[in-house]
């Protein structure tokens, strides 16, 4: 249990110093998209990790809504969705590495 929460903190504070970056960037007028989504990316991939694993330690008290874990579990796939799923976001990505567009948008529907 100690190892466990151990990497969740570990995850958590690896994400703030991200986000403390990106927030940096944002100051100093450098902040895009493509800077953006393998935050977005990694933010979401933990956070389900964090979940899953804080629904394991809690055994079956992991589900009932007392301990709000379950909760969050629903949440972050709703912000997964909403944010755009990891395909996407990775198309987003590509198309800054590479400079080629894997998606066009369908016009007239």
Do not use: W
């Amino acid at each position: 249990m100690q190892y466990r929460r151990s990497r969740m903190l570990a995850d958590i504070t690896d994400m703030l110093c991200m986000q403390y970056r990106l927030s940096q960037l944002l100051d100093e007028g450098d902040y895009s998209m493509p800077r953006v989504v393998p935050a977005k990316m990694h933010y979401i991939e933990r956070a389900r990790a964090i979940l899953a694993d804080a629904r394991d330690m809690l055994g079956g008290n992991g589900i009932l809504l007392d301990y709000h874990v379950a909760r969050h579990l629903c949440d972050i796939e709703a912000i997964d969705t909403y944010e755009g799923t990891d395909t996407v976001q990775a198309l987003i990505v590509g198309r800054d590495i590479n400079g080629y567009n894997a998606f066009v948008p369908v016009s007239g529907h």
